[in-house]
């Protein structure tokens, strides 16, 4: 007995130790410290944490987790947890719930939650709707100042949130304009909100685009806008730090989806649905390749008079693969941060011809010269030459087409465009070349 | 005569025109309108509007027509717009102008002005300092709160700035605590600001990396954090809009690295500014694609007794390259988000050897019974089967070893980390296919 109780002892006070050294910690730090650890482990954790810092650190763990815990966790703690988090943050976690579950939870829940939750659940994830919060503070235009800082003491009390911004509305709830800080501080308390307030409010609305809102917030530099639905109701808010992720979201996106993996990815998603995701993909790729080795393989017959011919086919696709990865991501990135209007492409497309005629005289000399040196033929370093100028061009028509035509068809311009930009390279590159090759081989010596 | 006026009539009024359409757009949108215009047009442009205006314009126009404007702008319009900005837009406008012409400027510019711009232009571009504001709201915490508050309503009426957060600084100027829009409404104003303040308030190092700053914002949504130098004096205040600049700055420079671009470069760079900067990169490439070239060159004796063997390279090589590109995408974006701590690189390491190791199967395979069915060889199959799995396993090798390297001798990972991956799948694809095949040759029929 004595020595099993020495056995458990230091396991029990490691965990003691442990969630004592959590306990010192930030909400996004105790996330980040236990979200790689097993779900059961993560809920004996969250158990000696209160329902208001769980809410917090809820909010700050993976997606996937946070769908685990919300199917797993005992429904009354669930119940308690939800009305401590932002509404948005609390759509979010049950998003990927199952529907039953979901009902159960939500039996369980205030009125006023499930509302708030159920409006957010059926906006779409990239919309404003998806990202706003409905906690925005509120008044009435036709308020005394002193009754708005009634409403807004009131206001904090409930959300335990810092009022930033206060919007006011009129009786059917509209946008109307919105209130400083000093207006509240420092005028008659007597005067009504509507003669104080700033009427030119920028808001957007709940159907925008999470992509066009992020444009927005950093064109115009804004720390929270309102969001307004068709009516001009006011019915939440989105602030800087939602836009953040949004951005991060988009990037890492765009990114992930040039090289064809889903956008989602992280270090942490486990290998095998890694290997899941990206293996459909490389086969696509395996395609396109198989059509570059046909373009290749019918010229077998110049390939057998002159094997040497098999050690450019590299040079001169890999070339053309470099030099549209260039134009290509500086069309995606401008495409994605709005820097190209729809009657832009012609520009862009005779930028890029420019530097793509540029750089094909200058590399395509190169290689040339190079070639020519190394095989002592000049023949065979002027079809490298001309086949290089040629390829250098059709990567850059490629680069700028693929996004401008994927995005003419509403297809995300990140998407895929890299391999077709590759495959115009490479059968490109490789059918220029040998045929080049074989016309200078029929009538010359190479 | 008359014919002259009716001649310059209509130009007059549509300059006239332009510029009341103008006039009713926010300054962001009319910096986006005029940045294409010659630099003499967007001066004569400025000119129609009142300095705190072209203040807001001049701070949303790309960086290089800043510094043109300040170049040459008259001296005394100048010094009358520079005190209407940011003291942080100030210094980015004046950042990059000529050492005289700064001096002519500093020398009509007010005293505080000057201090502010000179220590904001110390900082490094890349730091806190050099993205902070200087311009921050702060009471002394012995102030009673009736002090506090005509504190900020002189400070607003200096910057004709909203007051988000007010900050508590002792006498030395050291951050102390944060005031809250309710502290100044509710409380009594007779008490201190050290009694209501909340004390638990996180600051960052005026020598902060902006990417750290970026990832800090993301990870804890924040709107704004102050910033204090090495003594903990309040020096500063980062906003988010300030971040959301960052942070789309650092993903486009991270996606232009990869490929070999400047990071800077947009589509409004001038077509021979960046040919001049993409060509030098092409050139670096070309010696990697020789390399591959005399890999595969070394094969001439294999390659000229079959020459369909040719077809084959661009499949081993660009399936690597392709799965390479998706373990990097992965391992560069983690490591920009802060995503993969120090000792964690071997278990991305591994995880990356598993997904190559079971798509190395799975590729290997189709492409092996493709390659069997197409050229009759099973031989062939075998021969690439065997090449495309163990260049999957090279690809996720150097898609995680090559960024991770980088950054362990403190090189940004992006830089060139995609032609130095897609060099080894290259060399290693060519170099395994062609020695297999030699083998399989010298023993087998193919």
């Keep these: 007995m004595e020595e099993r109780d020495e056995q458990t002892q230091p396991v029990s006070s490691a965990f003691d130790r442990d969630i004592s050294r959590l306990k010192e910690m930030h909400p996004s730090d105790i996330a980040e410290a236990i979200e790689d650890r097993e779900l059961s482990e993560i809920r004996s954790v969250l158990r000696e944490f209160s329902d208001e810092y769980v809410a917090e650190i809820l909010t700050e763990l993976p997606q996937e987790i946070q769908t685990d815990l919300m199917e797993n966790m005992r429904l009354d703690r669930v119940s308690e947890i939800i009305p401590e988090m932002y509404s948005d943050d609390a759509a979010d976690a049950l998003g990927q719930v199952s529907p039953e579950r979901l009902k159960s939870i939500m039996d369980q829940l205030p009125d006023a939650d ?122 939440g808010l989105v602030t800087s730090d939602d836009v953040i992720d949004v951005i991060q979201e988009e990037a890492t996106e765009d990114m992930q989806r040039m090289v064809g993996l889903s956008g989602e990815e992280m270090v942490t998603t486990h290998w095998s649905r890694s290997a899941k995701n990206r293996i459909p993909w490389l086969l696509v790729n395996l395609g396109t390749a198989f059509l570059a080795a046909w373009v290749v393989s019918m010229f077998e017959d110049t390939l057998v008079k002159y094997a040497m011919l098999a050690a450019f086919l590299p040079i001169v696709g890999g070339m053309g693969g470099n030099a549209g990865a260039q134009t290509l991501t500086i069309v995606v990135r401008s495409l994605a941060l709005g820097e190209i209007e729809d009657n832009e492409w012609r520009r862009v ?98």
Aim: glycine share 8%.
């Design 114 to 235: 499930v509302e708030e939750i159920t409006t957010l659940l059926e906006y779409p994830e990239d919309t404003a709707g998806g990202i706003m919060r409905k906690e925005v503070h509120t008044v009435l235009t036709s308020m005394a100042l002193s009754e708005a800082r009634e409403a807004i003491r009131r206001g904090e009390e409930e959300d335990q949130d810092n009022a930033l911004y206060v919007y006011a509305v009129d009786e059917n709830g509209r946008l109307q304009g919105v209130l400083r800080l000093r207006d509240l501080l420092f005028r008659d308390l007597r005067l009504k909100v509507s003669s104080v307030m700033i009427t030119d409010v920028r808001s957007i609305s709940v159907n925008a685009d999470q992509e066009e809102i992020a444009n927005i917030f950093q064109k115009y530099n804004y720390l929270a806008l309102p969001v307004v639905d068709d009516f001009g109701k006011l019915v």
């Design 349 to 446: 497309l005779i930028k890029e011809i420019l530097i793509g005629s540029v750089s094909g005289v200058v590399i395509g000399a190169t290689v040339g010269l190079i070639s020519w040196l190394w095989m002592g033929s000049w023949v065979l370093g002027g079809v490298v030459c001309l086949a290089m100028q040629l390829n250098l061009l059709a990567a850059a028509l490629a680069g700028v087409m693929v996004p401008i035509g994927l995005r003419a068809v509403k297809v995300d311009p990140a998407l895929a465009s890299s391999i077709m930009v590759t495959t115009v390279t490479d059968v490109m590159g490789f059918f220029l070349f040998l045929s080049l090759a074989s016309i200078a081989l029929k009538f010359l010596a190479l």
